[in-house]
């Protein structure tokens, strides 16, 4: 099953090592693993719309999920701004390598229909001794959900099959055998037809574990 929360997780191992933020890329619940140092790239609670296929059939859903992601770094202060314009040009650089990483990625692209949008947003603040600068992301992946996913059906190993014959044409009119395999079907003594509870043949097959 493709769900949203696996396509945050295939996002995190294509953008590790991929971009300037190195491997500081992490989902929600891995924040408290963080070292501390910059730049860091994390992603925030998804936002999830399902549009019904139809009617007709099984379930079937076109998901469009919404996944934010924050990327935040550090730059010395410099005099004329420059530091301001570093840390912008820094942001700049990692939101391509961002979107080429993720663009580019196979185990993601093989479970969505497309990415409908990528929306950026990048502030820098210059008061400090430190320039902080913030890029967020909201990106959008669109997959398709159906009646598999939601309705697995459960199974029981087939361990054995026994194949026993009683056959319509009968043998004994009148006699009654214990324990046969089909009680509910033998027919009662005197009897013109079968089955008359003996079995005339059988089969068994025991499976592969």
Known sequence: MTDTAQLRDIMVAALKGATDVGDNVFPIRDWATWSGTYPLA??????????SLGRQGGQQFTVTATLPLMVRIERPAAANNVGTESTQSALEQIKGQIERALINYPPLQQLIQHMPFIRSKIEVDGEGAKNLGELSMQIGLEFYQGPEDFYPIPTVPLERLTVDADLRNVFDTTGTYPDPPFPGS????PRSEGPDGRAEGGLDITFPS
């Open 42 to 51: 994390y992603f925030e609670a998804f936002e999830e719309d399902k549009e």
């Open 186 to 189: 033998v027919t009662p003594a």
